[in-house]
């Protein structure tokens, strides 16, 4: 078994952690990393954006605008480290615009794992007001840009990894073309 294959086999998210988190000069060789995913046309549809110490306020603030609600949510202090995920496509007469939003969530994946396997505790939160004018604005999007949500990255507590998680059965999820004879349901 391959070390790549047993981080994949063993990722868990972790909805809670420490207040420790990697230090910027230890995000960037992992998000050098995370960005050779498969990219048609090497066109890096992405980019990331670091919310640390009072920018998780603000982000607090947004959060709650775009729902309606006055003061800052606690929901962005709930990691010292979130890392906003951004679909930035490029025009292209060739990749679509869903192909380039995957491999932005590709990005944000591949990260999560290797973030995982640096030894911090990674949760990947979305949520309605991921796609609000308030909170777009309080991460600076351009025009054509839509957030996908936050890895929210710390310390994991404890010894151990969270409880059992049911591995998936491949036979249920692989498969091979119909046939020409092959009837479906």
């Known amino acids: 078994m391959t070390g790549a294959l047993e981080a994949v086999r063993d990722r868990r998210s972790w909805s809670k952690v420490t207040p420790e988190a990697p230090t910027h000069g230890e995000l960037l060789p992992l998000v050098a990393a995370a960005g050779r995913v498969a990219d048609h046309s090497s066109l890096r549809p992405w980019r990331l954006i670091e919310l640390r110490g009072p920018d998780r306020d603000v982000l607090g603030r947004a959060i709650n605008k775009a729902e309606g609600h006055k003061g800052a949510s606690t929901k962005p202090l709930r990691a010292p480290l979130l890392i906003a995920v951004v679909s930035s ?97």
């Open 89 to 185: 496509p490029r025009k292209s007469s060739k990749v679509p615009k869903w192909e380039q939003e995957a491999v932005a969530s590709g990005v944000a994946h591949m990260l999560s794992l290797l973030l995982d396997d640096a030894g911090w505790g990674v949760f990947w939160r979305t949520g309605s007001y991921t796609r609000s004018k308030a909170v777009a604005k309080a991460h600076g999007l351009k025009k054509n840009e839509e957030l996908l949500g936050w890895l929210y990255v710390g310390g994991k507590p404890g010894r151990g990894r969270p409880g059992h998680r049911k591995p998936v059965d491949a036979s249920r999820f692989l498969s091979r073309l119909p046939k020409k004879d092959d009837k479906h349901q």
